[in-house]
């Protein structure tokens, strides 16, 4: 396969879809569902150029698009009013992940103020509480440790004892536990590996944006970016991390047009 094949068509579909977002004709109800999905294709768009193109920059730029999208969406919410639709609920954290790994926390913390912060209907409990955690360790100005434990709390007691290497590297993160985030997040790792393997045996379609996902895990990337910023050691190079995905942003993001 040809990443820069692949990012070349994905660039004419992720225009296409972007000007819809922003259209104010576009149909409020189907505004969430295309703004996850647009999110989607930027993280995979940029992941293309990552690897076929070497672009960094790209790679984060297109990142922080991905949740941006999320971001338009919300702001749209707001502006009609609306405050019961599922994709305001803030357990949809893939867009925060993007933004983390870009380190564009200003954003993200503009995503913790429109998100719907209490639990909705049809949101997954643990995917509100790994939000919750994950847009605090992202917060301009440090929290206090009693703002993570109910988030922890009600985690745990959702998995009710089983094996959460996501949880795991969040908490050494919030203690500070260098040993403790090594382990858990190469277990995090070989969790991702693992899942990855068992989607080729069963066959999934892989489509280009499936690859990509596959290639580079931004929530790892994510959890790098996290755990330096909260004073931990990381290394150079992890699997599905690769140090040219966290090399610092030397070209400002341009914003596109609308």
Known sequence: MSWSTDADDLSM???FWYQGLHKP???QHQLGDLANELSGKFRAFGIMLLLGEAKSDLFLHNLMRSARMRLTYLER?????ISNDFFQASGHYQPVLAGIA?????TVAALYSLSANDLQLGEYEDDRCYAQILFR???LAPCPVADYQVFVDEYLDVIDGM????LDVVRSIIAGDQDEFDTAFSDFLDEFEDNVDKAVERAQHETPLVLAERAVCIEGLA???LADKHGLATEREYPYCPSLARLPMVTPLVELPR
Do not use: F, H, N, T
């Not at 870009?102 to 200003?106: F, G, I, L, Q």
């Open 137 to 139: 360790l992202a917060a």
């Open 77 to 81: 919410m707001q502006q009609a009013g």
């Open 163 to 166: 094996e959460c290497p996501r």
């Open 25 to 27: 004709s576009y149909p």
């Open 13 to 15: 579909d992720v225009s």
């Open 102 to 106: 870009a380190e564009d926390y200003v």
């Open 223 to 225: 959890m790098l970016r």
